[in-house]
């Protein structure tokens, strides 16, 4: 598969947590949107890192996305 596969995906994920995001009323289907962009972006970055193997620095991008969610994750259980 190519890079515009997982890019295709990547819109698709990100679009429809945007429309969760902007159309729901409820706190924890909107951090549950949130969380769904999040995991649109990590397929971004580890595509880019997939097609330039040499460099490592969509992984530690994604890294630090995955502890963003996971704060949020704590965040709506909180709630």
């Known amino acids: ?3 515009g596969t997982y890019l295709a995906l990547a819109s698709v994920l990100f679009g429809i947590g945007a429309a969760g995001f902007l159309t729901r009323r ?3 289907i909107q951090l549950m ?5 999040l995991n649109s972006v990590n397929v971004v970055l580890l595509a880019f890192n997939r097609a330039y193997p040499g460099n490592h620095d969509g992984q530690v991008f994604a890294f630090f996305v995955i502890a ?6 704590a965040i709506g259980l909180a709630i």
Not at 33 to 37: A, D, G, N, V, Y
Not at 68 to 73: H, P, R, Y
Request: charged content about 10%.
């Open 26 to 28: 409820n706190m924890l």
């Open 1 to 3: 598969m190519g890079i």
């Open 68 to 73: 963003v969610a996971a704060a949020e994750a």
């Open 33 to 37: 949107s949130i969380e769904l962009m």
